[in-house]
């Protein structure tokens, strides 16, 4: 381990790590006032530093799932149908986020690839443990594709992603979407994934398991409150356990080195090319978990952007080339 893994972090970078250094740990007796705050504060810090997309427009639809319903909100930049889509999954460890709370984020996503982004506000745990987040995410992305027309997108052009908790759920959906002959996606885009629910006691997580943007203590608690009962080395929780992950859509794993979830991003990368799937994996050195949300910071954090930009649009290629010679 460095002796100071702080000096890891680049320097443009530092006055995030200050800020995240600084942060108490979450007070999970009040749930709703946490989720409340994390909203404020996530939707302060991206509209820093995420470039503003105008041209943009965003609608909300209702998807039906088991027991209820969630909302999910399109983001469509301009331009003539039908277009790809990218179904995107927020982050917060299972436990807060919401679809509303990335709408910047998502924008500038939509803006910066073409697309159409359906970013889904699935419900939280532990009202709704594991696997019931995934189930909502799985059920959206078949929403999105049966209504394709509806929504001007082209079904055969259709990836998922999302950062954090949210590519730990698209790498459960991917895995549900092979095992039950659904949707055939293009590409999964995996942001700063957590993989592995055992919490395996790796180099990432001794070195940047506090102060680096995640504490290991709140991730322990929102784990645990995710998790409920389920077997936390069951696939669709910890998708690096899974037996077999032959027949996955193309990889775009981000990874930032200053991260405790560095590691399981590695190691999930490293078992899908061992499977057979192709795998587009960067190692960010210097970066922290947040930079997807940092693209005005600095020119590394653009360049960030760029690679999750140039990797969907070259799985999209891919699958486009596959299509035509099938």
């Known amino acids: 381990m460095t002796a100071d893994p702080t000096t890891l972090v680049?320097?443009?970078l530092q006055p995030v790590l200050l800020i995240s250094g600084a942060a108490p740990p979450f007070d999970f007796s009040d749930l709703p006032g946490l989720r409340a705050q994390s909203d404020e504060q996530v939707v302060m810090f991206t509209s820093m530093y995420v470039p503003e997309a105008p041209s943009v427009t965003t609608t909300v639809h209702q998807v039906a799932v088991e027991g209820g319903a969630i909302d999910l909100r399109v983001h469509r930049p301009e331009g003539d149908g039908p277009?790809?889509?990218?179904?995107?999954?927020?982050g917060g460890g299972w436990t807060l986020g919401s679809a509303w709370q990335t709408d910047v984020v998502c924008r500038r996503m939509a803006e910066v690839t073409r697309s159409v982004v359906a970013s889904v506000d699935y419900r939280l745990a532990p009202e709704h443990p594991a696997p019931g987040p995934a189930e909502d995410c799985y059920a959206a992305l078949a929403w999105v594709v049966d209504n394709a027309d509806a929504l001007d997108i082209d079904r055969a052009d259709v990836a998922v992603g999302g950062q954090s908790a949210g590519g730990n759920l698209a790498a459960a959906v991917a895995l549900m979407a092979r095992d039950r002959g659904g949707p055939t996606l293009v590409a999964q885009w995996l942001d700063v994934p957590g993989l592995d629910l055992t919490i395996p006691d790796d180099e990432a997580i001794a070195t940047f398991g506090r102060g680096f943007g995640l504490n290991l203590d709140d991730v322990r608690k929102t784990v645990e409150l995710y998790v409920g009962d389920?077997?936390?080395?069951?696939?669709?929780?910890?998708?690096l356990l899974a037996p077999d992950l032959s027949g996955l859509p193309p990889a775009i794993v981000t990874v930032a080195g200053c991260d405790m979830l560095r590691d399981q991003g590695k190691r999930y990368a490293a078992a899908l090319a061992d499977a057979g799937v192709p795998v587009r994996c960067t190692v960010w050195d210097g970066h922290l978990h947040a930079t997807m949300s940092l693209t005005n910071l600095a020119p590394s954090c653009r360049d960030y952007e760029t690679e999750v930009v140039t990797g969907l649009a070259d799985a999209r290629a891919l699958a486009a080339t596959q299509r035509a010679g099938a």
Do not use: C, K, N, R
């Not at 389920?230 to 998708?239: C, E, G, L, R």
């Open 10 to 12: 680049l320097p443009e």
């Open 230 to 239: 389920t077997d936390p080395a069951d696939p669709y929780v910890s998708p």
């Open 83 to 90: 277009l790809p889509v990218l179904v995107y999954i927020h």
